[in-house]
């Protein structure tokens, strides 16, 4: 019988404690989500074609739709989780006051600031630096790199120049942030190196001293975002990653803005679809959640007639069809709760020890679920959140105290199972 490595079965039980204290706390797992997703299987393979299109050169994007409590930050968090598998990195943000969609700079920099590939957190510097590294060895393969550094500099930054020869017909401070980043890295001067990180991420607080050196005025702005965001895909690229995979969450606030700021964020949805569709942002992929009043009401897009014409679907009845441009997901209900429930308790096994099953049974997880949705007027859809965080008190009461009896918390009724049912229950995943 084989076993796992040593290294592996730490990660897998460091991966696993990871995911139940997000539940615990009541927020999605940072990583490991195909090990609770439930029901997703048809979404899951759409995402995973776009992405390997866009990783061949297409821009793609997809609309994920859901009433409040049917998962969408769950799922683009597990969209996510397929494109970091797939050699993309990839940027998680939430329309907010600090973000809002009508100004195109704060994306941008949100983006930039949650960008993540598989192995760094708040990558933007180690992608740079990956790109900057495979310039110089694809210089020294061709032997075009000189002798000494300073001819391996000087070939590079050309490079560099060469690279980015679309972005700067427009504009040429991308860059010239980046040559300015690789001299001064190069030269050991890590405050100007770290303020030309900034500049690019379009932080506000970047200094005069590194603009002067730069050659450089103003700073990104909303006119100039795309741009930026064009050419920080195509370092992606180079860098050895398949693309940029971005999710916008939480669209519905727009409904909330004020009219000409509602309007400016639809045209930004409108320059990002053009942008795709026009072929000017390859190896580029779009994540964005809405309700269905965001999609429907006469303050979401349906108010854009050109937008709503783009990403509406046909209505498909039993057949849903989520290669249209958006993924419809349904409500929870109470075969998907058990089922998580079911792959919470091997998740949690894997974290601490084997649950005891006959404390935790399939009877009283049944009558757990009545109880708890019992408290919202019988709505499974708006309880997943609270009946983990409940579920995983149980689990952890169970494993700390030997006479706990979750039992007596929770009334059985009739319909729930049977004991003998229980015995012969066969749960598919």
């Avoid at 909330?256 to 942008?275: C, F, M, P, V």
């Avoid at 009946?387 to 009724?413: R, T």
């Amino acid at each position: 019988m084989n076993t796992a490595e040593p290294d592996q079965t730490d990660r897998h039980r460091h991966e696993s404690l990871n995911i139940i204290n997000a539940l615990r706390r009541g927020t999605v797992p940072a990583e490991g989500l195909e090990r609770i997703v439930v029901g997703l299987d048809m979404e899951e393979g759409v995402i995973a074609r776009q992405l390997e299109y866009v990783a061949e050169g297409g821009g793609d994007l997809k609309f994920i739709r859901g009433d409040y409590g049917s998962g969408k930050t769950f799922f683009v968090a597990r969209a996510l989780e397929i494109a970091t598998g797939k050699g993309f990195a990839t940027a998680h943000v939430f329309v907010s006051p600090s973000a809002p969609l009508s100004k195109p700079k704060a994306l941008y920099q949100q983006i930039c600031a949650n960008l993540r590939t598989n192995e760094t957190e708040h990558a933007l510097k180690t992608i740079v630096d990956n790109w900057l590294f495979a310039i110089e060895e694809r210089l020294i393969s061709a032997g075009r790199g000189g002798e000494g550094e300073s001819a391996l500099e000087t070939a590079a930054e050309k490079e560099i120049e060469t690279a980015l020869a679309g972005i700067s017909e427009k504009n040429t401070a991308l860059a010239a942030a980046l040559r300015t980043y690789y001299r001064a890295y190069n030269a050991g001067d890590f405050p100007i190196a770290q303020a030309a990180i900034g500049w690019i991420a379009a932080e506000p607080t970047i200094g005069r001293d590194f603009k002067q050196k730069a050659g450089i005025k103003g700073e990104v702005d909303d006119t100039m975002a795309f741009l930026f965001l064009s050419g920080l895909v195509e370092i992606i690229h180079s860098a050895g990653y398949q693309g940029l995979a971005i999710a916008i969450d939480e669209l519905e606030t727009t409904q909330g803005l004020q009219r000409n700021q509602r309007e400016r964020s639809y045209q930004t949805l409108a320059r990002i679809i053009d942008a795709l569709d026009g072929g000017r942002m390859p190896h580029c992929y779009f994540l964005f959640t809405g309700t269905p009043a965001f999609f429907d009401s006469s303050r979401g897009i349906r108010s854009v007639t050109p937008l709503y014409d783009r990403i509406s679907v046909v209505e498909s009845g039993t057949y849903k069809n989520p290669r249209q441009p958006q993924i419809h997901l349904s409500r929870f209900d109470t075969g998907k709760l058990e089922l998580v429930a079911l792959k919470v308790i091997d998740v949690y096994s894997q974290a601490y020890r084997e649950v005891d099953r006959e404390r935790v049974s399939h009877r009283f997880i049944r009558a757990m679920i009545k109880k708890i949705t019992g408290r919202f007027g019988g709505r499974v859809d708006v309880i997943p959140r609270i009946f983990l965080k409940e579920f995983i008190d149980v689990l952890d009461k169970c494993e700390i105290y030997e006479d706990y009896n979750p039992a007596d918390a929770y009334e059985f009724e009739a319909g729930d199972l049977r004991e003998e049912e229980e015995a012969v229950m066969v749960v598919e995943f």
